[in-house]
């Protein structure tokens, strides 16, 4: 099924080349600073060594006071060692907030509107502070006098601030300022929501259901139900919306809380218009710069425009993440903390956008938006290890709400990631002296169709109990009309009992049949979901916030097996398989390299790229579409049997029966990423003069960990005038058909829906 690369399942963001080797992140790429002058601050440091201001300068002093993290390390602007970020750190501290503001370290167009959405009074009151008196300031001022100044900070104020804390410090101002959603408590003090996340590997709507059902059923989800959908066409994101929308229809909570299917923005609007009512917040990633939001393939004319399109009661859901934005190769040199400031930045304006909006629709300007940060979602080439997770969390925590906004938290890992599912326990711990506004919510740590670990329902459970965070009211009060807790909170004996919630579901819907008849049911139906590699926590082990053993353990063993998946590598005995295979490589020199080092996966070696202008000259123009194999992050997905050759079996007669001319060729890549299949269509296609589409559909091994050891097929098919120049074909004209396996979207009907896609390319272009 179709899915727009908002989140691709191949990577976590789409990737970028960064002009560094792949050893990018060692000593010598690190910013060493020698000891400043008493009193001297950033821009008297950097006029007196480079004897003006050097815009480059500036910002290696700025993101050398970070804690180090790998994505800081491979843009250049990482401390050498302690001693230089603590010098950083002073430089930072003695720097004036208007002269941050008077030297911006990247300006374009979105940093001027963030700047325009920044009270200009409670600016101007601090403009004459140095960074450390801000500081100090957040440190002992009270919560009302932080919001009398915070909308006059600018993001890159904020996002310099938070460099100069503790992680204590930043726990401290995280759990004094709050910005609770207006008509409840999610967002309040004492108050940990839940986002549920019920993903299907098939967009099923009995997967997410049931998913739902059975975070009900542990007296979790109160701020929003949200899915990623496999599919982004509008009729598959309909259905999804229709499902989650009838579930709050059924139980009398669609104006209590909203849910979202996370597509692109555009898609929701169709789906609004097809389908009036059905659809809750519109979800959309969000990057810091323009040219990063060009990925996500939204502009801020277009995203005012959705902006003020909501007027009624539910509004926005913005997604970010640090290392987005220099994975994507639109650092600019600036580091991850001010690029995920810059994004806070941006909800903000666009929150002002909608309030606008209600109050010109005559309602109340009262906007529900809700910012998500996804961190870790991209992988070692941002941050490896769980205390730098904790430490991003909590900077993301505080920036969030220095910002004014709602601000939750996915704290989770990929499987490349040196971050179990226990250190994730670990991390939450952590993480919950700073009180973030809501977590993600699964049946389990492990995603079933974006593979990779997040937070279990049971998690919420036990960090209620172990730091007293309290449920949304009006959502805790349901649960005890459900049943699955008592009038004082206790857990029943429905707790975690999802069958149970599904009955109450019924008599909602009218349903008169025995109790025993419709528990049966359930039964039936929960074995479905299970046996579409849906997990469902049912019940619990010796206390209500442990697993079940039995499902414990499996999910154990898919860590393991995904641990493996990640060092498999295509056989020489399955690439003797496919018929006329060409054997290329990318600039990985290994498999861990391919895995720590993202870019060296995206450039084909020099030996590959002279094989392809080869056979360039041999095809002389005969072909229109090429298919590339890449084994991506598990190699198995594409050699288990049943996967990889059914799928391109059918796929050639499809194409081939609408008149493609598919060369013969199997371009088979060894350590390659999505955008190495892009430098293969440039040397193959590229021609300015020629006219017509070019296709490739790069097939490409997805990242371990749902256990259904799935592939992606991308398919791009620009003109060949745009093939021709270099860079110009990325991730915001290309569609991916993901979760393609013998046990979740099978590959025949892969092979339709990829076909069906091109189609659609090619007649809009």
């Known amino acids: 099924m179709a899915e727009s690369l908002t989140h691709p399942l191949e990577e ?21 600073l020698p000891d400043p002058l008493p009193d001297e601050d950033v821009f008297a440091y950097v006029r007196r060594v480079r004897g003006t201001f050097e815009p480059r300068l500036y910002q290696q002093v700025v993101g050398a006071a970070n804690e180090f993290k790998e994505g800081d390390a491979a843009i250049g602007v990482a401390a050498a060692n302690e001693v230089s970020r603590r010098n950083a ?9 208007g002269d941050l503001d008077a030297y ?34 957040l440190l002992s001022a009270s919560e ?47 108050y940990l929501g839940a986002r549920i996340q019920p993903n299907s590997p098939t967009d099923h709507p009995d997967d997410i259901r049931w998913q739902v059902f059975n975070g009900w059923s542990f007296a979790v989800g109160d701020v929003v139900l949200g899915t990623n959908p496999v599919s982004s066409t509008p009729e598959s994101v309909a259905a999804v919306e229709s499902a989650l929308h009838e579930l709050l229809v059924t139980f009398g909570l669609q104006d209590v809380m909203p849910h979202c299917v996370l597509a692109h923005v555009d898609v929701q609007a169709v789906v609004e218009a097809m389908q009036p009512g059905t659809t809750g917040l519109w979800f959309q990633s969000l990057g810091s710069t323009e040219a990063a939001n060009r990925t996500f393939d939204v502009t801020l004319e277009k995203m005012e425009a959705h902006a003020a399109a909501r007027t009624g009661r539910w509004g926005m859901y913005f997604e970010t993440g640090q290392g987005a934005d220099a994975t994507n190769g639109h650092a600019a040199g600036v580091d991850m903390v001010v690029h995920e400031a810059r994004k806070y930045g941006f909800s903000r304006a666009l929150t002002q956008r909608i309030a606008a909006a209600q ?33 991003c969390c909590l900077e993301d925590i505080v920036m969030g709400k220095l910002h004014g906004l709602t601000i939750g938290l996915d704290v989770c890992s990929t499987l490349h990631m040196d971050v179990s599912l226990d250190d994730l326990g670990w991390c939450l711990e952590q993480l919950m002296p700073a009180n973030p506004g809501y977590l993600m919510a699964l049946p389990t740590r492990n995603d079933p169709m974006l593979s990779y670990l997040t937070t279990a329902f049971q998690d919420h459970v036990r960090l209620r109990e172990k730091f007293g965070y309290k449920v949304d009211d009006r959502l805790w009060a349901f649960f005890q009309r459900l049943g699955v807790i008592d009038a004082h909170g206790r857990p029943t004996e429905h707790f975690g009992d999802p069958a149970w919630v599904y009955l109450q579901y019924r008599r909602h819907k009218g349903d008169t049949r025995p109790d025993a008849d419709v528990l049966a049911e359930a039964a039936r139906q929960m074995a479905e979901v299970r046996a579409r590699g849906v997990p469902l926590a049912v019940g619990h082990g010796e206390q209500p916030w442990e697993l079940e053993p039995s499902l414990d353990r499996e999910i154990r063993g898919l860590y393991d097996d995904a641990k493996a998946g990640l060092w498999s590598d295509l056989s020489p005995d399955f690439i003797a398989t496919l018929p006329d295979a060409v054997r290329l490589r990318t600039r990985a020199s290994n498999r861990r390299d391919y895995i720590l080092h993202p870019p060296s996966g995206e450039q084909l070696d020099p030996a590959s790229e002279r094989l392809l202008e080869s056979l360039r000259a041999h095809h002389a123009g005969r072909y229109d579409v090429q298919l590339v194999v890449s084994d991506g992050l598990d190699a198995r997905s594409l050699m288990d049997e049943g996967h990889l050759h059914p799928f391109l079996t059918a796929l050639r007669t499809r194409l081939e029966a609408t008149g493609r001319r598919v060369a013969p060729e199997h371009l088979v890549l060894a350590h390659g990423r999505v955008r190495a299949g892009y430098r293969a269509g440039e040397l193959l296609f590229g021609d300015p003069a020629a006219e017509g589409p070019r296709a490739l559909i790069h097939v490409i091994g997805e990242r371990p960990g749902s256990g259904h050891h799935s592939f992606s097929a991308y398919v791009t098919a620009p003109a060949a005038r745009v093939w021709a120049k270099p860079g110009a074909v990325d991730h915001n004209i290309t569609r991916v058909v993901a979760g393609i396996s013998d046990t979740s979207l099978r590959p025949e009907t892969a092979a339709t829906e990829v076909a069906r896609l091109l189609g659609e390319l090619t007649s809009a272009s």
Request: with cysteine; proline share 7%; glycine share 10%.
């Open 144 to 190: 009302e006098a932080i919001h009398e100044l915070k909308d006059g900070l600018s993001s890159d104020a904020i996002g310099c601030v938070v460099k100069l804390m503790s992680n204590e410090e930043l726990a401290s101002i995280g759990r004094k300022v709050f910005n609770p959603l207006p008509g409840g408590k999610v967002g309040a003090k004492g």
């Open 359 to 391: 109050e010109r629709a005559g309602h109340e300007s009262a906007p529900w938006v809700i910012v998500n940060d996804v961190a870790g979602f991209i992988g070692p080439e941002v941050f490896r290890t769980r205390e730098q997770l904790v430490r």
């Open 12 to 32: 976590p963001l789409p990737l970028a080349p960064v002009a560094l080797p792949p050893d990018a992140g060692r000593e010598h790429s690190r910013v060493s």
């Open 104 to 137: 911006p370290l990247m300006e374009e167009r979105l940093y001027s509107y963030m700047q325009g959405a920044l009270d200009a009074s409670a600016q101007a009151r601090t403009a004459s502070w140095t960074l450390g008196e801000l500081k100090a300031f």
């Open 89 to 97: 750190r002073a430089l930072l501290a003695r720097t004036r907030l």
